[in-house]
């Protein structure tokens, strides 16, 4: 059972360029999120998506953009990367927003 | 907002010894609250999670409770060994899909 897949696991960006940070589910949940990790600054909320189709905004939404295709798979891209966006990212997923969060482990990102 | 405290920041303690980890949060409001371990260059792995509803849930050598009015929340980890060194981070949860995160209690056991 492989839970929650991220590629890359590492990446490194020239300011400017642009990636998609990919993360799947086999667990079927409905829920699926994408946070940021900075020290000093805990784990941050990116983009939520309830279910296929629905995607919010979290608390750190500006510079990224998200789709969730089908319900195993939550994508997330950087148009244009910064270097205020040199993080570890984490996308995790749940059935219910009442159940436990499951993670992946990690895209380590710096942007240069 | 949600303010979500981990206090300490850090703990050495000798192996055999209790564990007991700290948190607390400012809005009493909450739908259920997790534990969860991380392990350096890790993700997150949930450990507990209490529904607001329940006082503690029990896992093994671990114990959490929950004091929903006061806006306190404790782990217990009984008999700490070395492979319990690790990030212990706590997260309350509304009743919506936001979660708020500690920033995190990193544990060393001392074999």
């Known amino acids: 059972n492989a839970g929650v897949t991220q590629t890359p696991k590492f990446q490194v960006l020239k300011t400017g360029q642009s990636m998609t940070l990919q993360c799947a589910q086999d667990m079927n949940h409905n829920s699926m999120y994408w946070y940021r990790q900075d020290p000093g600054m805990g784990l941050r909320l990116i983009y939520y998506?309830?279910?296929?189709?629905?995607?919010d905004k979290g608390e750190v939404p500006n510079g990224y953009n998200v789709s969730r295709l089908n319900k195993r798979e939550f994508s997330l891209r950087l148009e244009s990367a910064a270097p205020s966006q040199t993080s570890v990212y984490f996308c995790?997923?749940?059935?219910?927003?009442?159940?436990?969060?499951?993670f992946g482990n990690g895209t380590r990102l710096t942007v240069t | 907002k949600q303010e979500v405290t981990q206090i300490p920041a850090a703990l050495s303690v000798p192996e055999g010894e209790n564990l007991v980890l700290n948190c607390s949060f400012t809005d009493s409001a909450i739908y259920n609250l997790q534990w969860f371990r991380q392990d350096p260059g890790k993700g997150l792995t949930s450990l507990l999670l209490i529904q607001s509803s329940q006082r503690e849930q029990t896992s093994g050598r671990l114990n959490a409770s929950l004091d929903k009015s006061s806006g306190r929340s404790t782990l217990y980890i009984a008999a700490s060994q070395p492979g319990d060194s690790a990030t212990y981070l706590c997260?309350?949860?509304?009743?919506?899909?936001?979660?708020?995160f500690g920033a995190g209690t990193t544990v060393t056991v001392r074999a």
């Open positions: 998506s309830a279910s296929e189709g629905t995607t």
């Open positions: 997260a309350v949860s509304p009743y919506d899909y936001k979660l708020s």
């Open positions: 995790a997923s749940r059935v219910t927003d009442n159940s436990p969060l499951h």
